[in-house]
C-alpha cells in the first residue's frame, strides 16, 4: 500500500485548505482511514477518522467543528478539509491508513506527510 498525500501549504489564520491522500496498491480489506498530525517538538495526534464500513467519522476535540474528514472510494482518496485554521494547527499532517489481514490483524500504513503552516 502506497499513501500519498498533498495540499498543505502557507494559510491565515481563519483560512482554509484541503488535504488529499491518494491510496494504491492493495488497498483491500480497509478497516478505517485518518489523518494525524505532528506539529514541531511535539508527539503525533490523531486528528480524525473515517470508518470503512459505514463512514462513521470521529475527530479529536480540538478540531471538531472546524475540519471535515472524507473519502471518494471510487478515486481511492482520503480529504481532509480544514477550516477557521488557528496557528495551533500547523504541523505536519500524515495520512494513515489501517487494513486487515486475512487473519483479521491490523495493518497500519503511512503517507510521507504534507506541512500545514498557518501565519499571517
Known amino acids: 500500500v502506497q499513501l500519498q498525500a498533498s495540499g498543505g501549504g502557507l494559510v491565515q489564520p481563519g483560512g482554509s485548505l484541503r488535504l488529499s491522500c491518494v491510496a494504491s496498491?492493495?488497498?483491500?480489506?480497509?478497516?478505517?482511514m485518518s489523518w494525524y498530525r505532528q506539529a514541531s517538538g511535539k508527539q503525533r495526534e490523531l486528528v480524525a477518522t473515517?470508518?470503512?464500513?459505514?463512514?462513521?467519522?470521529t475527530y479529536s476535540d480540538s478540531v471538531k467543528g472546524r475540519f471535515v474528514i472524507s473519502r471518494d472510494n471510487a478515486k481511492n482518496t482520503l480529504y481532509l478539509q480544514m477550516s477557521s485554521l488557528e496557528p495551533e494547527d500547523a504541523a505536519v499532517y500524515y495520512c494513515n491508513l489501517v487494513r486487515l489481514d486475512w487473519l483479521s490483524r491490523a495493518l497500519p500504513y503511512w503517507g510521507q506527510g504534507t506541512l500545514v503552516t498557518v501565519s499571517s
Open positions: 496498491g492493495s488497498i483491500s480489506n480497509i478497516n478505517r
Open positions: 473515517i470508518i470503512s464500513s459505514d463512514g462513521t467519522t
